[in-house]
């Protein structure tokens, strides 16, 4: 009986965080349904009359800056994700199954890259950039940072506990090293790559200070940085809130399609190393 009890007051928990968490989400979603009047008297409510006009002006502001600066996010991001997990999996992949003199020296070398602030990078490579004239382009918002270091420890440990004789029984096929790293090892890293996908996705997607600071033509910005930016004509001593909030609800669709697309895997790697056999 106390044991039912208990496990009835953690539901009633869990339930309680669960309605607190999506709360921003719904009143996010409703506001993006009202005018700016509505949303002053009524903020918190399912919208009076449903209206779609705020995402029609947002399309269409100050000659689609919005529908540009979103496919802008969309593609450094992809890019960036897709090129990280790539790098990573290729240095996991030799500091995990392979020896070479100066290791174990170099990988502490780089997790300890891992205790500088990016902030403190920032100037180096701001002139790194303006020197080669690659500022204001969609390269400055890429490459710097695709060697991730975290997915190359969280890749490392993984691919370590992969076992040798599939790599052994592949190179006695006459396998390469390539084509062992893409029929072999990255097939049994999906978990692990999925979990690191979403997550990468998602930092680069949200990303607005680096972006902010080494961008200033709006055609190659992302939207997290347009859209604090909006103003209207009516809005000159206030906020927007509806056009901000309509492009809020339009950015965070792109991360529940991600996390839709390798949710499995994002869940099959939360039990990795739970269960030793």
């Not at 999996?89 to 003199?101: E, P, V």
């Not at 969280?154 to 599939?166: C, F, N, R």
């Not at 090293?177 to 893409?182: A, E, G, R, S």
Request: proline residues 5%; contains cysteine.
């Amino acid at each position: 009986m106390a044991e039912r009890k208990g496990k009835w007051g953690l539901f009633a928990v869990l339930g309680i965080a669960s309605v607190l968490s999506l709360l921003p989400l719904w009143v996010m979603l409703c506001d993006s349904l009202k005018t700016g009047s509505e949303i002053a008297v009524n903020s918190w409510a399912f919208p009076q009359s449903l209206t779609f006009r705020n995402y029609m002006d947002l399309v269409s502001y100050n000659s689609g800056v919005m529908v540009r600066s979103f496919l802008n996010s969309l593609f450094v991001s992809v890019t960036y994700t897709v090129l990280t997990l790539l790098i990573s999996a290729l240095a996991a992949f030799a500091f995990a199954k392979y020896r070479f003199h100066g290791r174990n020296a170099l990988f502490m070398l780089l997790i300890a890259t891992m205790m500088i602030p990016g902030e403190l990078t920032m100037p180096a490579i701001y002139l790194m950039f303006s020197k080669v004239k690659l500022l204001n382009t969609y390269s400055i918002q890429i490459f710097p940072g695709i060697a991730n270091v975290f997915c190359l420890f969280m890749l490392k440990q993984y691919t370590e506990s992969l076992p040798d004789s599939l790599i052994e029984a592949a190179k006695i096929d006459g396998a390469g090293h390539l084509y062992v790293f893409q029929k072999v090892i990255l097939p049994l890293a999906r978990p692990a790559l999925g979990a690191l996908a979403v997550l990468t996705f998602l930092g680069k997607w949200n990303d607005y200070l680096w972006p902010h600071i080494l961008l200033t033509k709006p055609e190659v910005m992302p939207i997290m940085v347009i859209l604090p930016t909006l103003n209207t004509s009516t809005s000159f001593y206030s906020i927007p809130w509806e056009l901000i909030l309509a492009g809020c609800t339009v950015i965070t669709l792109p991360l529940i399609i991600v996390f839709l697309i390798f949710q499995d895997q994002f869940m099959s790697s939360v039990t990795l190393g739970a269960v030793k056999e």
